[in-house]
């Protein structure tokens, strides 16, 4: 039975989601002029009710063990690929994190695995846009998996490894596109999303990679682990 | 990594100056104020993490900083001092101008970020914010202090597997699965030991008390003047930039009649706070 509080925090993180691309699309429409400004602020500003909303929950330290464990592989594991930059395991943990741990474990995984893992690879612009892009995966794979992961195929999860980390290439050059190219047409949008495209299909094939050689087996393991420690998940 | 006097200031003042510059830096594409910003951001930067690094990020977004602009100039019809044509495409002065100017206030941006990380070290960010969101600085410092023992734990699972198993296969398929099986024993282990740790951090009564930090940081009197000083500079550019923006245009023709000197002044000087800072220290030291 979902209280009137859960209802109203599951209002306000649908509507932090959706915040992100609908200002991108309508500062595109209108040709907005502060456009990199706005979009960044909203960006930054549709993370925080996660990370509120777990604030106000009080977590216990056991509570939150396996995102600081999911989180801390996928800075790792980024840490370990980095020479080759279009390939990166963080995608592919964060979608097993949320199929795990439902989607508010979902994103805070992939935010935090975002936002540490830059530490190490350097701050920027970009943060606030991988912290939302990654979370959006977690949260959308918690969505999809989460109480399935039985019954759901792996090819199915290995399909949406596959589009979710095209959709993550593909909102982290909006900001470039959308934000920096003036006036935008057809023209001038294709040739800011054509320069990603060798980076963004390399993210995505090493995704379903990794997902083909991880999921089941790590699925296996933390579901034996939340048995034997009766871990809550999804709030 | 030369160490600022502006570094000592309390984390406050420090992340409420990058904020106020980055903002300032994308609020405006005057391109006398985006390379004003431009060069604030690359004396920190060069100040902080030495020229190398400085070269090498700069040279990291030369692609970026290419597309942006072409893109910018190549499929735009709205100047009017042309360069070349060349079929369907139209370079113009004008076009190329504001490709370059977009292009480098992404680049400032980015730099501003650099001397952020340099300065606004981890432990300032978690003081910060750990008073804000105790739980979610917890977590980070947790993850901070399991990438370095994954590590280790990864290469004493490899020589262990190296020992009852033989060597990482050479074909490309086995070497993969045996990967996958070295991640899936490191995540197992450290998720089950994980939640030991977090019991054991509870059983001693853990979050009981506030959390204090390693190094103290105190909102002192310099702090105080420092806050007002930059509040008040910021608000001059920021009323100045929004009102400076009929000074130029890009289209048909480019113009551009310098901003006034006042604005221009306290714009720099809010650029070059960190600077100022270590010449008042390098003064008081004098006398």
Known sequence: ?235 | MRRSLFSLAHPAVIFLYFCAVIVLCMSTLNPAFVLLSYVGASALAIFTSGLRRYGKTCLVFIPVFLVITLANALFNHLGETFLFHAGPLRLSLEALIYGATSALMLLSVILWFLSYQNIMTTDKFLCLFGRIMPATSLIMSMIFRYIPLLANRGHEILMSQKNLMGDVPRKKLQSLSYGARLSSILMGWSLEQSIETADSMRARGFGSHKRTTYTPFSFGGFDVVALMLLAFLTIISLYNLIVARADFMFYPYFSLSLPHALVTTSYALLLLFPFLVELKGALSCRI
């Open chain 1, 1 to 235: 039975m979902k209280t009137l509080r859960t209802r109203i925090a599951d209002i306000i993180e649908m509507c932090a989601l959706v915040a992100v691309p609908a200002t991108l699309l309508w500062c595109a429409v209108r040709s907005y002029e502060h456009t990199a400004l706005l979009t960044l602020i909203v960006a930054l500003g549709s993370v925080l009710p996660f990370f509120l909303r777990f604030e106000s929950a009080k977590p216990r330290p056991r509570d939150f063990m396996p995102i600081v464990v999911l989180a801390a592989l996928a800075a790792a594991g980024r840490i370990v690929f980095g020479p080759l930059p279009n390939v990166m395991p963080v995608t592919a943990i964060v979608i097993v994190a949320g199929a795990c741990f439902g989607k508010e474990g979902g994103f805070l995984t992939g935010a935090l695995a975002a936002l540490t893992s830059n530490m190490f690879f350097g701050q920027g612009p970009w943060t606030p846009w991988q912290m939302y892009a990654w979370g959006l995966v977690g949260f959308v794979a918690g969505v999809l998996f989460f109480g399935r992961t039985q019954s759901v195929s792996l090819v199915a999860v290995l399909a949406y490894g596959l589009l979710s980390s095209l959709c993550y290439g593909i909102l982290l050059d909006s900001w470039h596109v959308v934000g920096f190219i003036s006036p935008l047409n057809w023209k001038s949008a294709l040739a800011g999303y054509a320069a990603g495209i060798p980076f963004n299909v390399g993210h995505a094939l090493s995704t379903v990679v990794f997902l083909a050689l991880i999921y089941k087996p790590w699925i296996k393991k933390i579901d034996r682990i939340k048995l034997k420690f009766g871990i809550t998940s999804q709030s």
